[in-house]
């Protein structure tokens, strides 16, 4: 009798930017709060005691990752209500003490500040859009210019979560405070990748995302300087100073504490190692692939995202053949999969052409060298398979 064996197909996932694996060590922190330390923080009974005891500890310790004081740390439900909270929030406080004034912010922002920044302009404001170059970066110029106009509020993202460009956020933020201009930023992808610090940077806000770094979702914090005011979105409690009033997820806080202490102690490390593997893919897609465009090339970029644009293959059945060969990439952000049109990001930078497909492989603290290996063999196979099928 012959008897054959079958390799067990390699799955690859290549798409940490979108979300990431809870880590072993998180899991490990928030298990006791699902259990017999289920208490209310708002309690007063030994059960309260002990969660809100966990919950000011997690607050202390992502404060303690991102250079904060812990009363300037807001736990919320995600990046999303973070940046909505930044924004709307503050263009609502400036508001309500009359003195409202236009919002500014890039044009290549996450949907969740360009749709606050749009809710604005339905309560009557005025929004100023930054264009970017080619590369995705806005030009100190722009910021200027914007200043000039006297806006309550600017955010600037600060690494961009589909193309990786990073902008210069420190200069950003110190031309906002001399100029007396609140200044937000998303660094939602930017945490655990790049030092982000607020103790190096004079920004008054600050988003930050649990599952980006291993954490859960459903979990975020932003970074209240002392003494910016920000109108809460919803109503009904005094938690979280009152600005994300509510009955605090404390298991999650908890598990962000360990995911953000991990992120921020690997960083320079991993940075280094994702950068190395990304290059790698890069080369090999370059050199393999012909007609493909390297977004954002040239740039100063995240070293875990690599965005490429690939003529004469459909972006559906791209993506699709890379799942079928154990390759899981983007086509663009997680928050807009599904989406028809082309991505709000590349056209800000005039990178958008008819018949192109453009993917997104996100490296993580997970991805290896094998992984990398896997990909640099199916991508090229994947599109010339694609490309033949559309020649026939």
Not at 29 to 35: K, Q, S, T
Not at 143 to 152: S, V
Request: hydrophobic share 45%; with cysteine; glycine share 10%.
């Amino acid at each position: 009798m012959r008897i054959c064996y079958i390799a067990a197909m390699k799955y690859v996932y290549l798409d940490h930017a979108a979300t990431t694996a809870v880590r072993p060590e998180v899991r490990e922190a928030m298990a006791p709060y699902f259990d017999d330390r289920f208490g209310n923080p708002s309690s007063v009974h030994r059960w309260g005691r002990q969660a809100k005891n966990a919950l000011e500890q997690a607050r202390e310790r992502v404060a303690a990752a991102l250079g904060a004081k812990r009363r300037e740390i807001v736990f919320t439900g995600g990046g999303t209500e973070a940046d909505n909270i930044a924004v709307l929030g503050r263009w609502r406080a400036l508001c309500d003490s009359g003195s409202a004034s236009p919002i500014c912010c890039s044009a290549i922002e996450h949907k969740a500040v360009l749709s606050a920044a749009k809710q604005c302009t339905r309560e009557g404001g005025e929004l100023i859009i930054l264009g970017v170059d080619e590369l995705g970066r806005v030009q100190t110029v722009a910021i200027d210019e914007a200043i000039r106009a006297r806006p309550a509020i600017i955010s600037v993202m600060w690494a961009n979560n589909e193309v990786g460009t990073i902008q210069p956020i420190a200069d950003i933020a110190a031309r906002c405070q001399a100029a007396g201009v609140s200044f937000h930023t998303d660094a939602v992808q930017a945490f655990g990748k790049l030092r982000v610090r607020v103790d190096d940077v004079p920004c008054d806000l600050l988003s930050v995302s649990a599952h980006k770094v291993g954490g859960p979702k459903g979990t975020g914090a932003l970074f209240i300087r002392g003494g910016v005011d920000v109108s809460a979105l919803t109503h009904g409690g005094g938690q979280e100073r009152e600005v994300r009033p509510g009955t605090e997820n404390v298991a999650c806080a908890v598990g962000f504490a360990i995911a953000a202490e991990l992120a921020a102690a690997e960083q320079e490390h991993e940075a280094k190692r994702l950068a190395g593997l990304r290059d790698r893919l890069q080369q090999s897609l370059v050199e393999n692939i012909p007609d493909l465009t390297v977004n954002a090339a040239g740039a100063e970029r995240l070293p875990n995202i690599l965005n490429v644009s690939i003529g004469g293959a459909d972006q559906e059945a791209l993506l699709i053949g890379l799942d079928l060969e154990g390759v899981a990439a983007s086509g663009a952000s997680a928050c807009q999969s599904g989406a028809v049109t082309p991505s709000h990001v590349l056209a800000a930078m005039g990178r958008v052409r008819p018949g192109d497909a453009t993917v997104r492989f996100s490296l993580g603290h997970t991805t290896t060298a094998e992984d990398i290996a896997v990909a640099m063999q199916a991508v090229p196979a994947v599109v010339r398979r694609i490309r033949a099928e559309v020649a026939a």
